[in-house]
């Protein structure tokens, strides 16, 4: 019994290997390439989607850091207002004062621009005195 039991369930064991291995019939293999088609749009779809929202945080990045430049632009701006005002007082004749007040009057002009750009947008410029020789200022 034995032998005929090992040839049995060895055909057995064949067979049910056999039937592991079924045949793909053209109507499964239309899902499956259906399937794989439609995985492959979902990856693309969100990979736009989310390229786009990585865009539009990166502009609103730079938008933040432009706002942040302006705002320490404009405390700059009333620093040396307050620093001019302070040197009116100590002044002793009337050019230091006529030069004062103009040097204020300029930085007032700049820091309503640079309100201004803050508010509806725009351009700022920032101007430093450099002290090397063939330079005098850095835009």
């Known amino acids: ?17 056999a039937g592991g291995l079924h045949a793909v019939s053209g109507k499964s293999l239309l899902w499956l390439f259906g399937v794989f088609f ?18 539009q945080l990166e502009q609103r990045g730079a938008n933040e850091r432009s706002r942040l430049f302006i705002g320490e632009e404009i405390v700059r701006g009333i620093r040396g207002v307050e620093t001019d005002v302070y040197r009116l007082a100590s002044a002793s004749n009337a050019m230091a004062l006529k030069r004062i007040r103009q040097e204020i009057e300029t930085q ?26 063939g330079r005098d200022e850095m835009v």
């Open 1 to 17: 019994m034995s032998l005929t039991g090992s040839s049995s369930s060895q055909k057995e064991l064949s067979a049910s290997r």
């Open 108 to 133: 007032i002009r700049k820091l309503e621009n640079d309100l201004t750009v803050l508010k509806e947008g725009g351009v700022v410029r920032r101007e430093i005195f450099l002290n090397i020789e």
């Open 38 to 55: 439609v995985g492959l749009l979902l990856v693309l779809g969100l990979k736009v989607f989310f390229a786009d929202l990585y865009t």
